[in-house]
């Protein structure tokens, strides 16, 4: 079974830091920088590193940041490459929204690469909608956002995506459908810079 924890102790906050910027490091070089320069909202629990775990094991991380005290971003996930292809991913971000929405959280938001069909489609297969786009200034392109509403709340989220994300474009179904076309033959393969432990 697979659980999710917060990292508590510097040293397991640094080995999440460490896995998740040597994986992200090519393709988003600005992570590292990212979670140095919030480590205040890290250590006040604002944003969160948390280990997916099966037996004790560690199997990877996932990055969280509270945007409200109902709503969070999903900021990245990573499964070492070892655990790949084991249903790992589905299985944490399934565990993580049941945890989210025990805790009072109403939206889950994340966002990918317009090229990463297997991101994509983890959103697709444990219940996240892609409802639109985010203009991302650093890597000059825009990334799906992606929602899944874990309560009973009436409310509209591209109008919520829209206050969280800036550069966030709202789509029809009509035009996520062209979009996923358009990319449909695309596969974000991450570089990784060192071997996973």
Avoid at 4 to 26: C, H, K, M, P, Q
Avoid at 36 to 57: A, H, M, T, V, Y
Wanted: charged share 25%; proline share 1%.
């Amino acid at each position: 079974m697979i659980e999710i924890e917060r990292t508590n102790t510097t040293e397991e906050f640094e080995s999440g830091v460490l896995a998740l910027t040597e994986i992200f490091i090519d393709e988003y070089p600005y992570y590292e920088t990212w979670i140095r320069k919030n480590l205040s909202q890290f250590k006040n629990g604002e944003k969160q590193i948390l280990q997916i775990k099966s037996n004790d094991e560690l199997l990877g991380y996932l990055m969280i940041h509270f945007c409200q005290k109902n709503i969070v971003k999903i900021n990245g996930i990573y499964v070492f490459e070892n655990n790949k292809g084991k249903g790992i991913a589905t299985n944490a971000i399934e565990r993580l929204t049941e945890i989210l929405k025990q805790n009072g959280v109403d939206l889950i938001f994340v966002q990918t690469r317009l090229d990463n069909n297997a991101v994509v489609h983890l959103f697709d297969k444990t219940g996240y909608n892609l409802i639109g786009t985010n203009y991302h200034e650093i890597e000059e392109k825009n990334n799906w956002v992606a929602c899944n509403n874990v309560s009973d709340l009436k409310v509209n989220s591209q109008t919520v995506a829209s206050k969280i994300y800036d550069g966030f474009s709202a789509l029809s179904p009509e035009q996520i459908g062209a979009l996923r076309q358009e990319y449909k033959d695309a596969n974000l393969v991450l570089k990784k810079t060192k071997k996973n432990r």
